[in-house]
């Protein structure tokens, strides 16, 4: 069983036992003597320190490896001739940590050169692929699930139960971003039946199989109108990505984007349209430029509460994945 993403498991359920471990109502330690190998490919603040401590505070112990960098290059290409670059390949990669460790995480954004090649998840997938221990996806190119599990068990906490006006809004960023982060939080928001607005310019839309899955399972709005957009909303979600036809040529999505800087940006003026929405960023945050100071240091913005929720929800992953 792997963590790939949101609809590897039951979110309810995850949140839950997520809620519990933040009550202290849960002191298992289903990891007692065991070690936790985490790949980041890419830097990290959030997702490294919370699994690291996740893993601690069940009683195992993590082992971060990072690829490229304190670790070998790594070619995951099935049948690649590795005459370049890459030492080891994630087959061998994979096999040596499963005989130390119970699962691993792995970190891999996406490259932005190739979407159609990138939409398919191809490094996750090949340490899918080749590990018969769980693979716990710390965001790929597609996907970053704890990260959205995170984010409904705050909108959980901080709006209670029931279906909400969680609006997802792009915003103006000075580079293309992967998008692993708002599809992960669609789709979520999604599972979780909320009704979910999407906020984007034209241009900008988020990969198209995503938005059929999340529309199964509640109502999707898709809107270039911001401003409308934040109108009634409980939730704003902001969040900036690069648009699917530049990636490879990221000039011309900057050169796309700079129509939009003034106007897509989460504000006091934009807040006051919401039905006392709350504000949410997966962090790192750019601060007046996604998001103005007045709001994230607003009594609306709950990001802070976001980012201690990842810890709760990967304990409630890794207790899911590895109780035994
Ligand atoms: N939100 C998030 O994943 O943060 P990091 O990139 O710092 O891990």
Partial sequence: MNFLNTLDSDLAQLIASAMRFKA???????????????????????????????????????????????SWTLEHREGAVMDADKTEHVAEFVR?????????????????????????????????????????????????????????????EKLGAGRKRVVLTWAW???????????????????????LIIAHPPGYELDEDLIETARRHSSVEITNDIDAAFDGAEVIYAKSWGAKQFYGDADRDLAERAQYRSQWIVNEDKMSRTDNGIFMHCLPVRRNVIVTDGVIDSQASVVIDEAENRLHVQKAVLAELLRG
């Avoid at 960023?173 to 009704?195: D, E, I, R, T, W």
Wanted: overall charge neutral; aromatic content about 6%.
């Fill in 96 to 156: 040596v940590l499963e005989r130390y460790c119970v699962a691993i995480g792995v970190r891999t954004f996406a490259a932005l050169k190739n979407w159609e090649e990138e939409r398919t998840d191809p490094v996750l997938n090949a340490f899918a692929k080749y590990a018969s221990v769980p693979i716990i996806n710390l965001e790929s190119a597609m996907h970053h699930p704890c990260q959205s599990v995170a984010d409904m068990m705050t909108i959980r």
């Fill in 24 to 70: 202290g109502d849960d002191l298992s330690k289903p990891l007692a003597g065991k070690s936790v190998a985490l790949a980041f490919f890419n830097p990290s603040l959030r997702t490294r320190a919370s699994m690291q401590v996740a893993v601690y505070e069940l009683g195992g112990n993590a082992v971060v490896l990072e690829p490229g960098g304190t």
């Fill in 173 to 195: 960023h000075p580079k293309p971003l992967p998008m692993a982060v708002p599809n992960s939080f669609a789709l979520a928001a999604a599972q979780m039946g909320h009704h």
